[in-house]
């Protein structure tokens, strides 16, 4: 696609529920990065996929979170047993594997735990 | 472990006056850096970035930034700061680390307050 595309903008759901968040990255970025972002705070890393692996999963919060990443492409992060402190914008970003490319974002997914 | 400092959380800047928000960084061989801007309610855009050559780079909106290697610094300036440059700036880099890959590791943001 043209650019980074996250699915649904906006989530609202009721604490305990599971919910699921997508990231569909520009086409042949092999990198790809989930973020959280408190209301107009700075980023917080959650993991970092190359292909289909994970290298890096050590801003998962809690075992609540995982993430996967399928075909190269698509990846949704999961979040079992919302918490209202679960309530943030999630952000995707992917790049190409070469270290001088920059990242591209997504709009981000508004979850909002009630 | 790569890193990336932004020391100061907001930055007030009267309208017209030249601005600068800093960033400093630490990693092993040489960094690739870049700056992004968010403005409210909006996604993450990239600036500028620098990866060799001169130290000075120009990116998006009049914006620049000066590598300095023995500071280990990159940061970001302006010379006439504007109320529409009023946001949320974030600074990154990306470099190998001891797994071999390369990871962009962003710093946690500095808020950009230009006042009319």
């Known amino acids: 696609g043209a650019g980074v595309s996250q699915s649904p903008s906006n989530k609202v759901t009721e604490k305990g529920k599971d919910v699921e968040l997508r990231c569909d990255p520009i086409s042949g970025h092999t990198a790809l990065y989930w973020y959280r972002q408190s209301l107009g705070q700075g980023l917080e890393f959650l993991i970092y996929f190359q292909g289909n692996s994970a290298p890096d999963k050590s801003g998962l919060p809690s075992d609540r979170f995982s993430a996967e990443r399928t075909g190269g492409s698509v990846s949704t992060l999961t979040i079992q047993r919302t918490q209202q402190e679960d309530s943030a914008v999630y952000l995707c970003?992917?790049?190409?594997?070469?270290?001088?490319?920059?990242?591209?974002f997504g709009q981000g997914t508004r979850l909002t735990v009630v | 472990a790569q890193s990336v400092a932004q020391p100061e959380d907001q930055v007030n800047v009267a309208e017209g006056n030249p601005l600068t928000v800093k960033c400093t960084y630490s990693v092993s061989g040489n960094p690739y850096l870049f700056w992004y801007v968010q403005y409210p309610n909006r996604g993450l855009q990239f600036l500028l970035k620098?990866?060799?050559?001169?130290?000075l780079v120009k990116g998006s909106y009049g914006f620049e930034a000066e590598f300095n290697k023995s500071q280990t610094s990159f940061h970001l300036k302006k010379p006439s700061a504007l109320v529409s440059d009023s946001a949320l700036y974030f600074c990154a880099v990306r470099a190998f680390n001891s797994g071999g890959y390369q990871k962009v590791t962003f710093g946690t943001g500095t808020k950009l307050q230009v006042i009319p």
């Open positions: 620098y990866i060799t050559g001169d130290n």
């Open positions: 970003a992917s790049s190409t594997n070469r270290g001088n490319t920059e990242a591209f």
